[in-house]
């Protein structure tokens, strides 16, 4: 199978960038020749003979909106010439103006433009009005590239119910959860002295993005005051966040330790008891089960991706993100029971370990073989099974004799 992916990135550590760097790897398993339009792609990825990259650069230009402009007209301008040398063709979203056989779901665009927690309705100033733009931009685009795919992926239950609002058929959704790697996020024990976090008390931990109010923690340090002797580890760049003078104003200080942006979170959550992440709205996040596997009980929010998986036996969904009294008495329960924490320490692992990244990227190539593999692109893989194994194609584990990369427009003037 010849499989054309289109992303902005292809590596770890970046949400859309994992799900195609796993399936890039799968693919590259099989024996399948890969050809990768996308501004960075992870060393390990490249340097395979099956690899062809064609290099979209775009991050020179100055907003994200520009950013996504030009790699949509470049890609669809490389597509439209090439797309009979590829069997496959699989992108994300509105990432380019292309049809696609398959189009991943990560995030819908309407339904955060509808959130009360949209950037625009808490900041009204050109900041707010550009984030409205963008949003309101991608959530026209989105529906037409959604509406053009054969089939759309869902990452989650939530943005498949979001898919179907906006009009895209039920027989063309297909959902596959998020994964994890059980072997970067596991349970055990670290060293909080060497982390600079305080021992022998209860720790939380909260991970995201503490800019804005999306992801709710003004209403975890809310809850926070009510429940004493707890304290949180929060991870997250601090570069214009309002959430440090929050919680010094609530008498929070001795107990939030505001760690910035980490690279080490895998060693955090093993030094932490919990983890709490009520986000107001969220359509792609990895958090839950990074934090599932490493064997923490998980507070969520109904608002979050991935909190289908959050069973009664490992955690706690709540379903009001902005309830500080019910997340106050969450907390309450599981810092007061340790014989709790442990069992669900537990259940949070095996979850985990039944949705590894290597089983969800064996699901995305079982579907796209079996598209190449039949000549009516609609007749079973809406309710294809994980278990699904349809045979590759003839010569498919042939490697190519020889690997390229070329660059689109990287003469350009930025």
């Not at 929060?234 to 942006?261: D, I, K, N």
Request: glycine share 6%; aromatic share 6%.
């Amino acid at each position: 199978m010849r499989l054309c992916i289109v992303t902005h990135k292809l590596k770890k550590g970046d949400g859309q960038g994992r799900v195609n760097y796993e399936v890039a790897k799968e693919a590259i398993r099989r024996g399948h020749k890969l050809t990768l339009l996308a501004t960075e792609v992870a060393p390990e990825i490249e340097q395979s003979d099956q690899v062809n990259w064609i290099h979209i650069p775009v991050s020179k230009y100055p907003t994200a909106l520009l950013q996504n402009l030009l790699f949509a007209k470049k890609s669809a301008d490389w597509l439209q010439k090439h797309r009979s040398e590829v069997d496959l063709v699989k992108v994300n979203g509105a990432i380019t103006t292309v049809a696609s056989d398959v189009n991943a779901a990560h995030f819908v665009h309407s339904s955060w433009l509808r959130s009360p927690a949209h950037i625009s309705r808490n900041r009204q100033d050109l900041y707010g009005l550009y984030q409205w733009l963008y949003t309101a931009l991608n959530a026209y685009w989105e529906k037409q590239a959604f509406q053009k795919a054969k089939i759309v992926i869902a990452v989650s239950e939530k943005v498949a119910q979001e898919l179907l609002d906006i009009g895209v058929p039920s027989s063309r959704i297909r959902v596959i959860l998020n994964g994890v790697d059980s072997e970067e996020f596991f349970p055990g024990e670290a060293s909080r002295q060497k982390l600079g976090l305080p021992e022998n008390v209860t720790l939380a931990m909260f991970v995201g993005d503490i800019r804005t109010l999306r992801k709710n923690l003004d209403t975890v340090l809310r809850a926070l005051v009510k429940v004493s002797d707890l304290h949180l580890v929060v991870v997250g760049s601090t570069e214009g966040s309002p959430f440090l003078e929050l919680a010094a104003s609530l008498g929070l200080g001795g107990r939030v330790h505001f760690m910035g942006y980490r690279r080490d979170i895998p060693l955090i959550m093993r030094s932490a008891d919990l983890f709490v992440f009520p986000s107001r709205y969220e359509a792609c996040t990895l958090v839950l089960l990074e934090a599932l596997s490493s064997g923490l009980p998980v507070i969520t929010a109904t608002a979050t991706e991935g909190a289908e998986m959050v069973t009664p036996e490992c955690g706690v969904v709540l379903p009001d993100s902005d309830d500080v009294e019910a997340l106050a008495l969450a907390l309450l329960s599981l810092m007061s029971d340790r014989q709790k924490q442990n069992k669900m320490r537990k259940a949070a692992r095996t979850i985990a370990e039944q949705n590894t990244w290597l089983s969800k990227a064996q699901t995305y190539v079982d579907l796209f073989e079996e598209i190449v593999n039949n000549d009516d692109h609609h007749c079973s893989h809406p309710n294809l099974s994980p278990s699904f194994r349809p045979g590759t194609l003839s010569g498919s584990t042939e490697k190519a004799n020889s690997k390229s990369r070329s660059s689109i427009g990287s003469g350009a003037r930025y």
